[in-house]
């Protein structure tokens, strides 16, 4: 197969983890003898920086023309809150120019990681959930302005924007467990009632094999750390979903190991590991490039439909977890901790003997 896909580094940690993802990336491109074209382009708070914009017009074209887009992670200190120009809007822009409107995001437990958790063995064994989170509109696609002393952030929902994230939730849930929760505020919020009516009727028109329950959301944070293994496709809107995942997150002991995909009505899908740019620890050499690796492992699933290739990155980087592999962040006590490059290293070393 011959494939292009575009490579957007970002800020902090993310050219140190896209690196390593590049490499499994390459690899898997000569043992099953496909063309993968990775071009790298400018995106983030790097990209305000030299072009004065977060996300460039040839950044955004590579992108539009490619197959796939990885990307590692944007933002830090230098563009915060105050300054003129954020990565965090190119970010939402980008999304909406690729129309990826569905983010997904897998929560599993790696067994070889139970003593990196937090949590204890009889609640997080056995959990393997999957978020679809709407990633374009609501709040943060909302009209917003700051007025004096008054500010306002507007929410807004469509039906067929419910429609059709939800038709992707339930697509995905007849080739898992069949169950769907979905969570809302519908005791307070018009929107969330507008999600809880069509999401309702969508399933039960649509994917009769599948049941859904609804769970106010802060049922829901309550339940995802008390009994996570009643879990299976989670569907929600792009705020609780924003704040869920990362409370999930904890569940598999790190968000470094975490991948994430967004897709829309076309293959062409944006992967990135759900952790920020981590801009504390940028340039040390010790951040965890496994959420990025198998968000590449993702693209090849969901944009490329490369499933055994897709299969074979999963298993390369459990293999290299059960193995002992750890960077700082998945350390415990008598295990030394390992380089991204030696994680990565670790990781291609599995996957040459899949």
């Known amino acids: ?36 074209e990775l071009i790298c382009f400018p ?19 590579g992108c539009l023309n490619a197959q796939g887009v990885l990307l590692g992670a944007i933002g830090g200190p230098k563009w915060g809150l105050n300054a003129k ?20 995001r897998p929560i599993k437990v790696i067994p070889a990681l139970r003593d990196a958790c937090i949590f204890k063995p009889e609640i997080i064994d056995g959990v393997d959930m999957l978020f679809v989170r709407e990633l374009t509109g609501g709040i943060y696609f909302g009209h917003k302005s700051r007025v004096s002393d008054r500010a306002t952030d507007e929410c807004t929902y469509t039906v067929s924007e419910v429609e059709r994230i939800t038709r992707i939730a339930g697509t995905l849930a007849q080739k898992r467990r069949h169950k769907i929760t979905q969570v809302d505020k519908s005791n307070v919020l ?21 049941s859904i329950e609804h769970m106010l959301v802060d049922s829901a944070a309550m339940h995802l750390i008390s009994r996570p293994r009643d879990f299976d496709v989670v569907l929600t809107e792009n705020l609780f979903g924003d704040i869920l995942t990362d409370e999930a997150a904890m569940l598999a002991g790190s968000l470094g190991v975490l991948p994430s995909a967004a897709i829309g009505s076309s293959k062409r899908g944006l992967y990135e590991p759900i952790h920020g740019s981590a801009p504390d620890i ?16 993702l693209l090849l699933r969901y944009s490329l439909n490369l499933e055994n290739e897709a299969q074979a990155i999963e298993f390369a980087v459990n293999a290299a977890l059960s193995a002992g592999a750890r960077t700082a962040d998945l350390a415990t006590a008598g295990i030394k901790p390992i380089s991204t490059q030696a994680m990565g290293d670790a990781i291609l070393d599995m996957l040459s003997s899949v």
Not at 196 to 209: A, M, T
Not at 284 to 296: D, K, V, W
Request: proline letters at 4%.
């Open 1 to 36: 197969m011959k494939a292009n896909i575009a490579v957007l580094p970002g800020d902090g940690i993310g050219p140190e983890v896209v690196a390593q993802a590049i490499r499994v990336l390459n690899l898997i491109s000569q043992r099953y003898s496909h063309q993968f």
């Open 43 to 61: 995106f983030g708070g790097v990209a305000i920086d030299e072009f004065g914009a977060g996300l460039p017009d040839h950044t955004l074209r």
């Open 85 to 104: 120009l954020r990565p965090e809007n190119a970010l939402l822009r980008l999304r909406g120019e690729l129309g990826v409107y569905a983010n997904l």
């Open 190 to 210: 018009e929107t969330s009632r507008l999600w809880r009516e069509v999401s309702d009727r969508v399933i039960r028109e649509e994917f009769s094999d599948c």
């Open 282 to 297: 940028a340039g040390r050499g010790i951040a965890n490039p496994c959420g990025t690796i198998l968000s590449a492992a």
